[in-house]
Structures are given as structure tokens and as C-alpha cells.
């Protein structure tokens, strides 16, 4: 149903724009270039489609067939930037072996952004009518903050959307959130032969790192989830003292927290505080300060919610549908926080983030199938 040489061609132009995300990687050119491209096809496609600024060098495109009466809307959403190429051979060489194409980003997720321009196609040729709006967005920077996502849930709404990240043309239905914590311990810098007036922040830190530890474990047995896994919790930055022969004043840590859906913000942040109150409480002269860096949602979708029925509908083998839970973040926590029921389906290949990467284009025709379908199921009055 869908076009695939069209599938094909869009891909192999899409993984020869170096869109690599320039707060990843210096000198990575961002998403103009990449964006301009689905731009233009959105429009020769016949689709509305607009160009939103968010800063310098950083853009959404955002692509719409308005519906032809009162149905309902849905958006499909992917990401245009990429990781870094640095030890890759041929990072935007877009060469084609034993199905499959090779490229940074073809997995994750031009493959899912030719996908998409697919259904653009089919519905512009075969010049199918949707009751509802079919949004088509490609948002800049998922694997950095997600500023693109977080610019266009301003200005966008949806009865549902479709997160078209890589998932082996499984059905995703959950994945969990994360919390980044900075927690600094204060020493008193002294001399380092005036053990009397010293006080050591990095071995104070050492109580911490401790007690983090024992809360590491307890996070890994107690909290599970039925597709996500285990919660977790690591300590991937530490820095403290200025100086050798110097009483260290200061110590300072990061710590990372992975959450499960239905975890909440002011639970997981009031977990760490305790560990602090408490050593205070043992020693007069342990001292720390505990500050919220970054929270993301978790998030989670009934299996019996209309855009996951849609959607498994559309697969066309019902019985075989297979439901699975990411153990990392995505945009998808966004749309789930503004209120849009979200789902997620991509096509399958391996490499991500590493340096071979690749898709599996016949999952990638697949994938612009069932997102057709899924369309032309959902978006009804
Ligand atoms: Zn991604």
C-alpha cells in the first residue's frame, strides 16, 4: 500500500544530512539543514507544513492534512537530530546491504521520519480523506534536553499521538522517567596539618556514597514494574577539594535516578533529602545541600486506550501484537504530561548510539503501513 522505492529514496537522502546535535557533539550542524528538506517534501506532498524557530540553528517542522470533517486528530512525531559520528567509518553513507541501511540516525530515527513521509505519500497519490487531523511533527533535539518537544506542546494539541521511536515494530507502552540530583557536601578548608580546624567534605561525601548505595539496592528489589523493569539509581559525576594539603571544602556529586511510572517527583526527591537529615543527625559536623537538576515523567498507556486499540488493530496480526516497556526516556513522557495519550512504535535494526548503525528497511515500509492504518483507523469522527 505504501511506496517503498519513495520510502527507500527518502531514507537514503535523510542519513546523508549530517543532522548531529551540535549540544552533543561541537560543530554538529543541528536540524536546519534536515529540516528543510521534510519542509519541502511535506509541501510538494500537498501537506500544510510550517517552519518553527525555537533558537539559532534549531527548528520543528510541523506537517498537517486537516481532516475533512469532525474526527478525531493525531500527531506522529519523531526526532530529525542524531548522536555524534565520532569513530564511525562512514556515518552518512547511507549504503544499502542485505536490507539493510546503514547510516547514523538511520535506526534512530530517520527510519521512522521516511515512515512517516511515506504516509504523507500514500495519502497525497491514493488522495485518501481522513475525517480527523494527521500532525505530522519532527522535533529537534530528543537526545539532548528536548527542547523541540517542549516548544511545540505549546502550541499543538491532538486526541493521541504516535512517538515513532525505534521498538522492533513491538508496541510500546511504558518506559521510565529519570530524576538528576546534585548533591554537595560542605567541609571547612584548612591547612592540612590542622586536622583540629579541618572539616573533610569529601569524606563526608564518603558517608553519602554510602547510604546511596544502600538506597541503590533498595530501589533495584522493591521497585518493579511489570514492562519497565527495576527503577535504579547511579552516581555518574563526583568532584571535591581544590588542592593536595588542603582540607577539602567542598564535594559534589551527581546522582541519576531512573523511575518507574506512578513514581512521583516529590517521593523520589524526598528519598535522597532523607539520607542528608539523617547523617546530620548523627554528626554535628556533616553538612549538605541536595538541588533538583533535571525531572522527566515516567509514563504509561492502557493497554485498552482507543490509540493503542487502533494501533494494534492496524498490525494486522492481532494475536501476535507484542507489548514491551522502554527502560530509557522519551518524548513521550511530554506528550503524556500535556495530556495527549501517546503510544510508541518503531521499526527494528540495532546500533543505536554506537558505530555501526543500522535499520531494517523492510520494518521501515512495515512501520509506514501500520501507521497508515493506524490513521485512517483513528482519526474517525
Ligand atoms: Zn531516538
Request: aromatic share 6%.
Amino acid at each position: 500500500m505504501v511506496n517503498n522505492n519513495f520510502i527507500t529514496t527518502t531514507l537514503v537522502d535523510l542519513v546523508k544530512i549530517n543532522s548531529v546535535n551540535p549540544d552533543l557533539e561541537k560543530g554538529g550542524p543541528g536540524e536546519i539543514e534536515i529540516g528543510t528538506y521534510i519542509h519541502n517534501t511535506l509541501l510538494t506532498l500537498g501537506f500544510h507544513s510550517t517552519i518553527a524557530t525555537i533558537s539559532d540553528g534549531r527548528m520543528n517542522i510541523v506537517g498537517k492534512r486537516a481532516g475533512a470533517s469532525k474526527g478525531r486528530s493525531l500527531i506522529l512525531n519523531a526526532h530529525m537530530d542524531t548522536v555524534g559520528v565520532k569513530g564511525m567509518n562512514d556515518p552518512f553513507g547511507a549504503t544499502i546491504k542485505d536490507g539493510k541501511l546503514f547510516g547514523r540516525g538511520a535506526y534512530d530515527m530517520k527510519g521512522s521520519i521516511a515512515a512517516m513521509l511515506g504516509v504523507a505519500k500514500t495519502i497525497s497519490d491514493q488522495n485518501i480523506k481522513l475525517p480527523g487531523d494527521l500532525i505530522l511533527t519532527f522535533v529537534a533535539d530528543e537526545e539532548y534536553e528536548s527542547i523541540g518537544t517542549q516548544a511545540l506542546l505549546k502550541d499543538i494539541s491532538a486526541d493521541a499521538c504516535i512517538v515513532t521511536e525505534p521498538t522492533e515494530l513491538k508496541i510500546c507502552l511504558a518506559h521510565r522517567g529519570f530524576g538528576v540530583y546534585e548533591i554537595t557536601t560542605h567541609g571547612l578548608a584548612a591547612h592540612g596539618g590542622l586536622h583540629k580546624v579541618g572539616i573533610d567534605a569529601n569524606l563526608k561525601m564518603g558517608k553519602v556514597l554510602y547510604e546511596l548505595g544502600q538506597l541503590s539496592q533498595r530501589v533495584t528489589s522493591a521497585k518493579k514494574h511489570q514492562l519497565c523493569g527495576e527503577a535504579s539509581l547511579h552516581v555518574p559525576l563526583i568532584n571535591g577539594g581544590q588542592s593536595l594539603f588542603i582540607y577539602a571544602n567542598q564535594c559534589t556529586i551527581n546522582v541519576e535516578r531512573r523511575t518507574l511510572p506512578g513514581e512521583e517527583e516529590s517521593i523520589v526527591y524526598q528519598e535522597l533529602r532523607n539520607i542528608l537529615t539523617q547523617l546530620h543527625s548523627e554528626d554535628k559536623d556533616f553538612n549538605a545541600t541536595i538541588k533538583q537538576l533535571i525531572w522527566r515523567n515516567p509514563y504509561e498507556i492502557a493497554k485498552d486506550s482507543s490509540i493503542v486499540k487502533a494501533l494494534s488493530n492496524s498490525i494486522g496480526r492481532a494475536n501476535s501484537v507484542e507489548y514491551i516497556g522502554h527502560t530509557w526516556w522519551e518524548d513521550s513522557g511530554l506528550f503524556g504530561q500535556a495530556g495527549i495519550p501517546t503510544v510508541i512504535i518503531g521499526p527494528k535494526g540495532g546500533g543505536i548510539h554506537q558505530q555501526e548503525e543500522w535499520v531494517e528497511l523492510n520494518s521501515v515500509f512495515e512501520l509506514s503501513t501500520i501507521l497508515l492504518n493506524t490513521a485512517i483507523n483513528f482519526c474517525q469522527e
